[in-house]
Each structure stands twice: as C-alpha cells, then as structure tokens.
C-alpha cells in the first residue's frame, strides 16, 4: 500500500473511534462538528422530548438591534449585573425561564432556590443538552462558566456549593433570562 492509502485508511479509524472518546463527542451525541455546522439536539417542554435546532449565530450589530444594553453586556460581551439588581433575583412564579438572546428553554422554576447570593440560581437546567459548560479562567480565578447550547451567550456560571438532588448551583444573571409564566 502507497503511503497516502495507509493516512486515509487511518484517518477514517481514527474518526470512527473519536465517537466514543470522551472530549470528541459528547455524551448526548451531538458532536462538537455537528454543532459548528448548525445542528444541535435540545429539549422542548412543547413536545416534551428532544428537537433538532438550528444555532443562531449574528454580529454584535444584529445583537445590539435585538437585545437591551445590560442584555448585550452580559450575553455577548460575558457581563455580570450586580448582585441583587436583576429582575428574577427574587422571582417565585411557576414557569420556564429562556434564554433572553433566542428563546431556548433552560432552567424551570421548580429549580429555582434562594441561594443568597443575589443572582437567580438553579439546581439544574431543563435539560443538560440546552446549556453548555466551558472552562473560565478570567478574574485569576478558575470558574465554569455556562452558556446557552443554541446562540452560546453568557448565562453565568456553575457551582458545586448547590443544594440536593445535584449539589449543583448554576448562578444566573436575571438580564441572560426571560421568564414565560405557568407553562411547565
């Protein structure tokens, strides 16, 4: 065999072997690939089950036209509101919040809890495949931070000081939210 056929032959193995090393896809099975293309697998309260999506993905002009100043600072720009200042910091109505940038559905209000803090916090997101996590070294410190899975603006950041069932906080600025009341 010529040397080019032995590169593609492992080039081949080696993609089919990447589908299940953790890191090269994830364990939902949407690969990061998949997702840079476009298509990404989220949760739907409305069909209660998984939908294919598309990502949204605009310039800062666009998100500027969409979304209010404090909106913008913290979805595009990885901003934080003070503590204490946002609009669902001390919220308690039944419902879903979204995503403020695309609408995505990502934490309901049964898991919401008072954490203190100043910022809406939640022990979990709808669905794992709504939200994403990446590492976030900034302010010397080492956090994770979490993103929405379709249009990838700054939610906030996830802690493991949280409460039962998953000893989880996901620590929510209120300006990267918009609330849809009763809908479970």
Known sequence: MDKYRIYAMSFAAMLVLSSSVPGCADKRGTSPAAEKE????????????????EKIIKTDLEWKKQLAPEQFHVLREK?????????????????IYHCAGCDLELFRSEAKYESGTGWPSFFSPISPENIKTVADNS????????????????????????????????????AALKFETGRK
Request: charged share 20%.
């Open 79 to 95: 901003g934080t509101e003070m503590a204490g200042t946002g609009i669902y910091a001390n919220h308690h109505e039944p419902g």
């Open 139 to 174: 302010l010397f410190s080492r956090r994770t931070e979490v993103l929405c899975r379709r249009c990838d603006g700054h939610l906030g950041h996830v802690f493991d000081d949280g409460p039962r069932p998953t000893g989880l906080r996901y620590c929510m600025n209120s």
């Open 38 to 53: 476009g298509a990404i697998k989220v949760y739907s309260s409305k069909t209660k089950g998984f939908v294919m999506s």
